[in-house]
């Protein structure tokens, strides 16, 4: 993931600052170099690279400290504020209490626009909201039928007709039948065009204008880089109720300059897509954003992961709770391991922890994950007397348990060494022994707040 390379790029050059024994002017123009090197490789827009950088090196070094902040702790601060500046300022989908809210998704051919439309559809279902999908794309062959997988994958009602041939009437009519069905919110995925923007805004304006959406919002590919400046900018002259959804950020090296070039154009940016899965979409707060490539993390997002996974059937308050008592079994770690798979993939979930996520090596992180799977595996391969008491676990049962899951005795035994470690951890999981300030601190009184510990 390139965005990830620019965050370990930035966080380098911060780390350079943190270990100087003096932050003088010099090392501060080495930091600004730095930094112009990491965006320009992130295909950051030239001019926005250059005034970007005059204002940090003129901020750090014009700038009187503020009282009790130290001059590292000063370039750190400047240097977040501006980049959260660069890629501009917060904005949400707020949903009307008491009726139907209507979002009509546009966008060109080929930026995601249908697979967008579904993760947003299940990002609002997971807060607990009514949510429903209209197909009004008769366009494209087998758009129906692709949002209509979507829809069962992630357990939405999704209307269409692929026999249709006008797009706006079978808009008007699936919104409205939703509205009867009273949804929180209806989700139109409209058809999309291959360079030719102008048929795209005139099919958009007559859908509009037949539907009354609260909110349309415009799908933008991050692989497009710069590019998409041009698409946002004639977005917002056609409609003055636009945002903005990015999208393919999990594997681009443009990724940056998508999204400085879209909040260049005032346009609001509100979700962007980070990968192939349902859940992989973000509401896109650049504060929060910024941190991450920082290394500072986004705990705020962990707790609410951590929160709609434990709001699910599969998984109980008392589980979580066990655990922090250090009540810990093979089984319970099973079961968490199963909980950790539905919040995401593990790498995703460590760039939210503070200093992990730009420190871990990518080649370090995925072994980590395939050893995750083959644990998995392995106590798949035995029995529930086993997970609930690993101490009967001898020779014979750990040869038995090898042949069965397809992996090696040395494994299994290691396996059981991390339980042994795993066991000792939770026992310090108490109010005395936790930290009381800091990232983790505020995370673990979030949890016993909402009654997770």
């Not at 108490?430 to 990232?439: A, I, M, Q, T």
């Amino acid at each position: 993931m390139v965005l990830e390379k620019l965050g370990k790029a930035l966080y380098g050059a911060l780390q350079k600052i943190a270990k100087a024994p003096h932050v003088d002017e010099g090392i501060v123009k080495e930091l600004v170099r730095d930094i112009q090197r990491a965006l320009l490789q992130a295909d950051v827009n030239v001019q926005l690279v250059s005034d970007l950088t005059k204002r940090i090196q003129n901020r750090v070094l014009k700038e009187k400290l503020p009282v009790g902040v130290t001059r590292r702790e000063h370039v750190l601060r400047v240097v977040y504020e501006e980049l959260s500046s660069l890629l501009g300022k917060p904005a949400t989908l707020e949903l009307k209490p008491d009726r139907s809210t209507v979002l009509l998704m546009v966008g060109l051919q080929g930026s995601g626009k249908t697979t967008s439309a579904a993760k947003l559809a299940n990002y609002f279902k997971k807060k607990g909201f009514k949510v429903g999908a209209v197909c009004a794309d008769t366009f494209r062959a087998g758009a129906y039928e692709q949002l209509s997988q979507l829809g069962q994958k992630v357990g939405i009602e999704v209307i269409g007709d692929p026999g249709a041939k006008d797009p706006v009437e079978l808009a008007k009519r699936g919104v409205e039948e939703m509205k009867l069905k009273r949804y929180d919110l209806i989700v139109v995925d409209s058809a999309g065009r291959h360079k030719r923007e102008e048929d795209l805004m005139v099919e958009m304006k007559r859908i509009a204008e037949a539907i009354k959406p609260d909110e349309i919002m415009l799908v933008v590919d991050g692989t497009l880089g710069q590019q998409v400046r041009d698409q946002a900018a004639a977005f917002t002259r056609a409609t003055p109720i636009g945002s903005i959804m990015v999208t393919k950020l999990d594997g681009t090296a443009k990724g940056g300059g998508a999204l400085s070039a879209v909040a260049a154009t005032g346009a609001p940016i509100k979700f962007i897509g980070t990968g192939e899965h349902m859940d992989d979409i973000e509401l896109f707060s650049p504060p929060r954003f910024v941190a991450r490539l920082l290394g500072m993390g986004d705990l705020e997002t962990l707790l609410r992961r951590v929160e709609e996974v434990v709001r699910s059937e599969e998984v109980k308050k008392e589980d979580l709770k066990d655990v922090f008592k250090g009540k810990l079994t093979l089984k319970m770690v099973y079961e968490q391991l199963e909980m950790v798979g539905k919040m995401g993939p593990l790498k995703k979930l460590v760039q939210l922890i503070p200093g992990l996520g730009v420190s871990i090596p990518e080649d370090q992180m995925k072994l980590g994950e395939e050893k995750l799977k083959r644990f998995k595996v392995i106590m798949q391969s035995m029995t529930p007397q086993e997970l609930e008491n690993p101490e009967v676990l001898n020779a014979s049962r750990i040869r038995r348990i090898a042949l069965g899951s397809g992996t090696s005795e040395v494994e299994v035994r290691e396996l059981l060494k991390q339980y042994e470690l795993m066991k000792k951890l939770v026992k310090s999981f108490s109010k005395r022994r936790l930290p009381r300030v800091g990232p983790l601190a505020k995370f673990v009184r979030e949890m016993e707040r909402k009654g997770l510990r």
